[in-house]
């Protein structure tokens, strides 16, 4: 069973930057399209981010000029390059392959003065 371990959050003040990593316990991101979730307090988990194995991207419209995906397939890593951040960027971050495996424990992000 893969593990994903996603890694890199933390409280960072309005405007701020962040990198996130999600790294897979096999080669699983290799050929696969990954994407970037994250779930707020009492909110359903919303997608982010996908990249697809040719490198394309794709983002929500909220997260748009801000945050960056991209892949290392050698590390068996995505990231999530993170800029201008808002407090609504505030959540519980996750990383998993299409369509989706078993979820990782994610990585806290909270964007507060």
């Known amino acids: 069973q893969v593990q994903f371990v996603e890694s890199g959050g933390g409280l960072v003040q309005p405007g701020g930057t962040l990198r996130l990593s999600c790294t897979a316990s096999t080669s699983i991101f290799s050929g696969s399209a990954i994407r970037w979730y994250r779930q707020a307090p009492g909110k359903s988990r919303e997608l982010v981010a996908t990249i697809l194995s040719g490198g394309n991207t794709g983002y929500t419209d909220s997260v748009k000029g801000r945050f960056t995906i991209s892949r290392d397939n050698a590390k068996n890593t995505v990231y999530l390059q993170m800029n201008n951040l808002k407090p609504e960027d505030t959540a519980v971050y996750y990383c998993?392959?299409?369509?989706?495996?078993?979820w990782g424990q994610g990585t806290q992000v909270t964007v507060s003065s």
């Open positions: 998993n392959v299409v369509p989706p495996l078993n």
